[in-house]
Antibody, heavy 125, light 107 residues
Framework: QVQLQESGPGLVKPSETLSLTCTVS????????WSWIRQPPGKGLEWIGHIYYSGSTNYNPSLKSRVTISIDTSKNQFSLKLGSVTAADTAVYYC???????????????????WGQGTLVTVSS | SYELTQPPSVSVSPGQTASITCSGDKLDNKYACWYQQKPGQSPVLVIYQDNKRPSWIPERFSGSNSGSTATLTISGTQAMDEADYYC??????????FGGGTKLTVL
């Protein structure tokens, strides 16, 4: 079955850029939405954004100015860059797959499965 | 922006029925789904498209969505069901939205 694995630095300095990659194995990266979701320690889930396999993106309005998500279909990978980080960006970062749901000419990610195991990123000097 | 509201905690006795609610404006016009998260683990999908259950989820889990409230129901709750539960929906203005989460305690 499809498995997702996050990778990247576990420690990032304030004001720098957080960079993570999600590698998809056991299936193709085509025909799905690929998302990043984070969870600060002891808190709830926050959607960061997603990329469709075609390359179109959608970001959380509260993070949009700092987020870039990209995809490399040849490597079955997609990536997250979050700029100008602060301690508030400390969280477990998950990648997840979502099938598209289309209605009225618009499509969007319907539900998230599977999820990666998550990777803790700490923002600290 | 669109918001989903869940009770912070719900308690249930073993073998009884647990109901966790998720409220949002005209939520029944959207599809709701639910995730279970145990400590130190990634979230797991337990209900999608309001009331569909993935093949890996036991039959005691069910979902509904009516009016402004989606409900996750666990019948015959077991100790292993103790976890945090999150609802999620899509809104055209906010995109993906998660509820704040509900801690289910089985005691």
């Amino acid at each position: 079955q499809v498995q997702l694995q996050e990778s990247g630095p576990g420690l990032v300095k304030p004001s720098e850029t957080l960079s993570l990659t999600c590698t998809v194995s056991g299936g193709s990266i085509s025909s799905y939405y690929w998302s990043w979701i984070r969870q600060p320690p002891g808190k709830g889930l926050e959607w960061i954004g997603h990329i469709y396999y075609s390359g179109s993106t959608n970001y959380n309005p509260s993070l949009k100015s700092r987020v870039t998500i990209s995809i490399d279909t040849s490597k079955n990978q997609f990536s997250l860059k979050l700029g100008s980080v602060t301690a508030a960006d400390t969280a477990v970062y998950y990648c997840a797959r979502a099938p598209p749901y289309c209605s009225g000419g618009s499509c969007y990610p319907n539900w998230f499965h599977p999820w990666g195991q998550g990777t803790l990123v700490t923002v600290s000097s | 922006s669109y918001e989903l509201t869940q009770p912070p905690s719900v308690s249930v006795s073993p073998g009884q029925t647990a109901s966790i609610t998720c409220s949002g404006d005209k939520l029944d016009n959207k599809y709701a789904c639910w995730y279970q998260q145990k400590p130190g683990q990634s979230p797991v999908l337990v209900i999608y498209q309001d009331n569909k259950r993935p093949s890996w989820i036991p039959e005691r889990f069910s979902g509904s969505n009516s009016g402004s409230t989606a409900t996750l129901t666990i019948s015959g709750t077991q100790a292993m069901d103790e976890a945090d539960y999150y609802c999620q929906a899509w809104d055209s203005s906010t995109s993906v939205v998660f509820g704040g989460g509900t801690k289910l305690t089985v005691l």
